[in-house]
């Protein structure tokens, strides 16, 4: 199973939105700069945050720890033989 384009899109667009589109909406006054930053940098932050969750789980580093006698039965059943060492 590889990454799917669609979610990528998805979660781009609602960020891209929040993090583009919503400061234009910030109201005028002393801290607009500010708040319109604050806005973009978190958009940002939970995109990339999202996106390195997302990519981690197409080639997961740690894999299942199982047990011997685990291994044995699915050996069994998936071979039909056992493994001997």
Wanted: net charge positive.
């Amino acid at each position: 199973m590889g990454a799917a384009a669609l979610p990528v899109c998805i979660f781009t667009l609602f960020w891209g939105v929040i993090g583009i589109v919503l400061p234009f909406f910030v109201p005028k006054g002393p801290n607009r700069g500010i708040l319109q930053v604050i806005l973009m940098l978190t958009a940002f932050t939970c995109w990339l945050f999202w996106l390195c969750c997302y990519m981690a789980q197409m080639n997961p580093l740690i894999g299942p720890k199982l047990s011997n006698a685990t291994l044995l039965l699915m050996a069994r059943e998936w071979n039909g033989k056992t493994i001997t060492a």
